[in-house]
């Protein structure tokens, strides 16, 4: 997971600033989109930072107000909005509404690039799923072996144990612990 904090950190994002809704800024990013088009908010389907210019709604002062408590229920991670020429300066009605409905808006400088937040943002998040991909194959292949093996409960809860650094039990139906 890659939360949007972490992804803050990255150098993509330098200059960056999160200015509301700090509460939900633990959000994972699923995915990176950018808004072309007024009516984005048909085309998302949860876990999404959103990047805009505002450009899709440069003649309406409100829009991005409006359109926040919208991606907030549509479940997206938060909203990247790039300071420049459509939009010279972040409303402090969109201000207000982030922070009440704790919805994450990162200011963007007039120079990031949105081809580069895309690439290191995703590659990040598809890395990190690789990881616990393979984590996970790796443990079934433990897990497997060990009963393949003729394991018995005890040398289950040991792999746990090796394995996540948690203590587990095994019991019956009568609850006696037989690992």
């Given at each position: ?9 990255l ?8 200015v ?9 990013i699923?995915v990176v ?18 990047l ?12 991005l107000?409006r359109?926040?408590?919208?991606l ?21 009605a969109?201000?207000?509404?982030c ?17 580069d ?19 996970s ?8 072996a ?13 792999v ?20």
């Amino acid at each position: 997971m890659l939360s949007l904090r972490d992804a803050l950190a990255l150098p993509s994002l330098a200059g960056a600033r999160l200015v509301a809704g700090e509460r939900g800024a633990g959000r994972a990013i699923r995915v990176v989109n950018i808004m072309e088009v007024p009516d984005i908010v048909r085309w998302m389907r949860g876990g999404e930072f959103l990047l805009t210019t505002a450009y899709p709604v440069r003649d309406d002062a409100e829009a991005l107000t409006r359109l926040v408590p919208v991606l907030a229920r549509r479940g997206l991670t938060g909203l990247g909005v790039k300071v420049g020429p459509y939009l010279p300066a972040l409303p402090p009605a969109l201000l207000d509404v982030c922070e009440e409905l704790d919805f994450p808006l990162v200011e963007l400088p007039g120079d990031a690039m949105f081809n580069d937040i895309l690439s290191e943002v995703l590659g990040t998040v598809l890395n990190r799923q690789a990881l616990a991909l393979e984590r996970s194959r790796a443990i079934h292949e433990r897990f497997t072996a060990v009963a393949l093996g003729g394991g018995s409960y005890q040398e289950l809860m040991n792999v746990l144990l090796e394995l996540t650094g948690l203590a587990a039990a095994v019991r019956d139906e009568q609850g006696l612990v037989l690992a």
